[in-house]
């Protein structure tokens, strides 16, 4: 990335995460975005095609951060003595990220906060937490649960793949599991504050399947 276009990116990143502390991003303007970033519209699209999808990228880019730690922990606890205690600890490291990141930008996350986390928010966090499982079962098959009555292999995963039965089951589980997992981060933000930033790592720790935290065979 050359200089100008890094710079670009930094104004649209302070632009964006600036104007959705103020309104829900779903009610920004392109105009509006480009606007505080100093650029113009056809500039914009150069980066992202809607506020949503800059936001999205912006946060995103933290959360990539959370599950590459996630992974090396894990990579960490396969060879240490006590394997099952250590992989606990990963999901609460992990999940206290998950917090620290959320408390970073709580303007965003409170101003989407309306009855639930806004669309763009809600399948940003879920989608990380599903992504992160499904790699996660992926790499280590022998956590996945046994695979639901009537999942068929063979179903279709993508115009030239097709997925096998051990696939749909990680992701469904997966999806699950990151669905919960979002609902229990919107009720912590819907507390009054001072919140308390130990309260999902508990439900996390007590309410995640035992099979996340099971070492693999």
Do not use: C
């Not at 829900?24 to 999808?53: C, K, M, Q, W």
């Not at 003595?81 to 490291?93: H, K, L, P, T």
């Not at 699950?176 to 308390?196: I, K, M, N, S």
């Not at 309410?207 to 935290?213: C, D, G, Q």
């Amino acid at each position: 990335m050359d200089k100008r276009t890094a710079r670009t990116a930094a104004a649209l990143r302070t632009a964006i995460l600036a104007l959705a502390a103020e309104q829900d991003v779903t009610r920004l303007t392109v105009s509006a975005v480009a606007a505080r970033a100093g650029i113009n519209r056809v500039t914009f699209y150069d980066h992202a095609s809607s506020p949503s999808e800059l936001l999205a990228r912006v946060l995103g880019t933290e959360l990539d951060a959370i599950r590459d730690r996630f992974f090396a922990d894990v990579r960490a606890a396969e060879t240490a003595d006590d394997v099952a205690a250590r992989s606990r600890e990963v999901v609460d490291r992990w999940s206290r990220a998950l917090v620290v990141h959320v408390e970073a930008h709580l303007p965003v996350y409170e101003r989407a906060l309306e009855g639930g986390l806004s669309a763009p928010l809600f399948r940003l966090l879920a989608s990380h937490v599903t992504g992160t499982l499904v790699e996660h079962l992926h790499a280590h098959p022998g956590l996945l649960p046994s695979a639901p009555a009537g999942t068929a292999t063979g179903a279709p995963a993508g115009p030239t793949t097709t997925a096998t039965a051990d696939d749909v089951a990680a992701l469904a589980f997966a999806t699950y599991v990151g669905f919960g997992t979002v609902g229990a981060l919107e009720v912590w933000l819907a507390t009054p504050a001072p919140r308390d930033p130990g309260l999902f790592p508990r439900v996390a720790r007590d309410a995640l399947p035992a099979w996340w935290t099971t070492p693999s065979p």
